[in-house]
């Protein structure tokens, strides 16, 4: 499959070839075209492919519909993708619409906030402190201690 080649016309090239090498007496049981369209897909495919390939029972025509919808998820995703990209611009332009968690006024973030900036260079703002977590859980037979720390 060459790239940039959409997938149902990859399947339609297989299919003739496949027609062709029946039609000069060299057959091709499902088990071997199965496994000659998934070694022709490009790079994007190789990991559904392989999914594929370790699939016990798989049919021709499953792989296809499978690969098919792997197209169009892709698709899809990169419209969604290009969609978020254009609505990123815009967002810089509006105002925060919630209040600040710090002085409590609308208007502006926490990360925003004038007051807490300036309360911040004369040092009256508390600092996080990092705290420990202890945990145990208990089992018939043994028990384990958790410890996290922040």
């Excluded at 392989?50 to 519909?65: D, F, G, S």
């Excluded at 995703?77 to 509006?94: D, I, M």
Aim: hydrophobic share 35%; net charge positive.
């Amino acid at each position: 499959m060459e790239p940039k080649t959409r997938f149902a016309v990859h399947v339609d090239r297989f299919k003739e070839l496949v027609l062709q090498m029946e039609t000069i007496g060299e057959a091709l049981d499902e088990t071997r075209q199965l496994v000659l369209l998934l070694g022709s897909l490009t790079a994007e495919y190789r990991m559904i492919s392989t999914v594929l390939e370790n699939t016990p029972n798989m049919t021709i025509a499953y792989a296809i519909q499978v690969l098919s919808g792997v197209e169009v998820w892709d698709e899809s995703s990169s419209t969604q993708e290009k969609a978020f990209a254009s609505k990123k611009k815009e967002f810089g332009k509006r105002r925060f619409i919630g209040k600040c968690f710090y002085c409590k006024k609308p208007g502006h973030k926490e990360s925003e906030c004038r007051k807490k900036k300036a309360d911040e260079g004369r040092g009256q703002v508390a600092r996080d402190t990092s705290g420990f977590a202890f945990t145990a859980t208990g089992a018939m037979e043994k028990s384990e201690w958790l410890v996290v720390t922040g």
